[in-house]
């Protein structure tokens, strides 16, 4: 269960008295206490094997007892529940295939359930996997039925996640909006210093010293959504752009694959621009 709601006395103890209650039991608990934004955050690890209650009631005597009260706004999910993964994809393999390999040996709590690329390059990786591929290509004609066919594909597998795994596509808003909360991003850590193409080129030229990556929800502003992860790798000037280009792959596979994880584990609660990552 995660929680947030207006920072007051007692919050840990109607939920954990509401939980003792029904039968409850507390495995992992998770709080933050922001005082910018005057808000309570809070993950809920519950073993459940003496709850008799089914989800919908618990959910509706949650509601009832705890979440009106406290003005809550909360998620009540079932780890043994099955999720579901949707990768987006372009000509880049790294992050692919990180994910499939780390699906494929039972590293990651949910299904890679398709993936969906706007050129066919990743296809036969993707089907070794035994993983369906589609293909939709993009032009700039027909950009929006593109992105059409892209939604009807996605919403098909009703996913938890919907990943850009180097997607070199911009969402649409209306895609941002429906995928809210559900899609996830990865770029380098350069923005917003090094825009556009050949980044690495631009930092080789300025001399940098650190490069990173970003895991982030997807919003219609673009790679400015609630950041999820980020990590860094230190250079130095013997590192040549290939050097530079090979460690920045390594860490966006690490970091997409963290983000993806806390994300289907219920371990990040948005609130604004911001995230509360219980890690």
Known sequence: ????????????????????????????????????????????????????????????????????????????????????????????????????????RGELPATISAVVGNHADLAELTERFGIPFHHVPFTAERKAQSFAQVASIVDSYHPDAVVLARF??????????AWAGRALNIHHSFLPSFVGARPYHQAFARGVKLIGATCHYVTADLDAGPIIEQDVIRIDH??????????????????????????????????????????
């Open 168 to 177: 070199m596509q911009i969402l649409p808003p209306i895609l941002c909006e």
């Open 1 to 104: 269960m995660t929680l947030g709601c207006p920072d007051t006395t007692g919050i840990v103890a109607r939920i954990s008295g509401f939980l003792a209650d029904i039968g409850g039991w507390i495995t992992e608990a998770g709080y933050h206490s922001d005082p910018d934004s005057g808000w309570f955050f809070t993950r809920q690890a519950i073993r459940a094997d003496a709850v008799t209650l089914t989800r919908d009631e618990i959910a509706a005597r949650f509601q009832t007892e705890v979440g009106d009260p406290l003005n809550a706004e909360w998620k009540l999910t079932d780890p043994a529940a099955a999720k579901s993964v949707v990768l987006l994809v372009s000509k880049e393999s790294h992050c692919l295939i990180d994910l499939l390999g780390r699906a494929h």
């Open 238 to 279: 013997s590192d040549s752009v290939a050097d530079m280009v090979r460690q920045g792959r390594d860490i966006e596979t690490l970091v997409l694959a963290r983000g993806l994880r806390w994300h289907l584990e219920d371990r990040v609660l948005v609130h604004g621009r911001k995230t509360v990552v219980f890690s």
